[in-house]
């Protein structure tokens, strides 16, 4: 009977492949698709890991340039002083939100 079913379905559609071997193709896929995902994802985030330790290894020295600044008594009186475009006092600011806002 079962035969007779394959051979029925076979003339009709042309040949059905077995369930087992759709089934193994289709694991080998899932496994192959895992694989590539989880390598590009860990990737990533050992990059960024790597990017935000950097960036955490410069917040010291930040923190002392913008102390020391503050501790000048002619920090208002000197606006045209600027970092990277900023003036220090611009930066301190930046970075008071910047640290308000972290855990």
Not at 55 to 82: D, F, G, N, S, Y
Not at 85 to 90: P, V
Request: hydrophobic share 35%.
């Amino acid at each position: 009977c079962s035969s007779d079913l394959s051979s029925g379905i076979n003339a009709e559609y042309g040949e059905v492949p077995d369930s087992n071997d759709v089934f193994q193709k289709l694991r080998e896929a899932l496994h192959d698709f895992d694989a590539f995902t989880s390598e590009n994802v860990l990737d990533r985030i050992n990059r960024t890991e790597k990017k935000v330790k950097g960036a955490i290894r410069k917040c010291p020295a930040m923190e002392r340039m913008i102390a020391i600044h503050l501790k000048q008594p002619a920090q208002h009186l000197v606006p045209w002083v600027t970092v990277e475009g900023k003036t220090l006092e611009e930066i301190h600011e930046k970075w008071n939100v910047k640290s308000s806002i972290s855990p």
